[in-house]
């Protein structure tokens, strides 16, 4: 399956401020996607990243607020915009195997705590 | 709109024992259904995955099934660890996204 990096594992910023963070996967893959987790719930998507095309979000989520890149095929950055305490989660990209039959695989996150 | 439900929320055993966590959705018109473990503050380890075709898949201590017509899936744990201790996360996978359940929290005391 695709191996994902993700980075940062954590952090903690101040409200107002922006973090972007990066996935980089060790195949080519059609589709990224974006998943938030706050605490204590399951997975939310934010949206899906085409590359070469405009991200596609899920409702509730604006681009504005939830800026994403794709500028290859290997490579995604999800920026968090003017953040606010409601905005610290796990956030973690997910790629679909580039083999058939074998699932999505997710980065290892990154824990975010907006102060 | 496709919700997936996953009973119990917590469980806590003894070592050893053999448990079984569920997962319900909505809708059958799944492409397929994903188990994920989740250690606290840590990203996704996929588990299994049941292609919507099959009836379950096993991997060593674990076995899931896939029933779509009465839409459940369920992960049997057999022989439970200590290090099995963490979230248990089912996914569906529908037309383009999945849809994540609630997850069961499971301790496995020593």
């Known amino acids: 399956s695709a191996v994902i990096s993700q980075k940062p594992s954590r952090d903690i910023c101040q409200r107002g401020t922006s973090l972007t963070i990066q996935c980089q996967v060790d195949s080519q893959v059609t589709m990224m996607f974006w998943y938030r987790q706050q605490p204590g719930q399951s997975l939310t998507l934010i949206a899906t990243a085409n590359q070469g095309s405009e991200a596609t979000y899920e409702s509730g989520f604006v681009i504005d607020k939830f800026p994403i890149s794709r500028p290859n095929l290997t490579f995604s950055t999800l920026t968090v915009s003017n953040m606010s305490p409601e905005d610290s989660s796990i956030y973690l990209c997910?790629?679909?195997?580039?083999?058939?039959?074998?699932?999505?695989?997710f980065g290892s996150g990154t824990r975010l705590t907006v102060v | 709109k496709q919700e997936v439900t996953q009973i119990p929320a917590a469980l806590s055993v003894p070592e050893g024992e053999n448990l079984v966590l569920n997962c319900s959705f909505t809708?059958?018109?799944?492409?397929?259904l994903q188990w994920f473990r989740q250690d606290p503050g840590k990203g996704l380890t996929s588990l299994l995955l049941?292609?919507?075709?099959?009836r379950e898949q096993t991997s060593g201590r674990l076995n899931a099934s896939l029933d779509k017509s009465s839409g459940r899936s369920t992960l049997y744990i057999a022989a439970s660890q200590p290090g099995d201790s963490a979230t248990y996360l089912c996914a569906v996978l529908g037309t383009y996204k999945y849809i994540f359940g609630t997850g069961t929290r499971l301790k496995v005391l020593a």
């Open positions: 997910s790629v679909e195997s580039p083999r058939d039959r074998e699932g999505y695989t």
């Open positions: 809708d059958s018109a799944i492409y397929n």
């Open positions: 049941i292609q919507s075709s099959q």
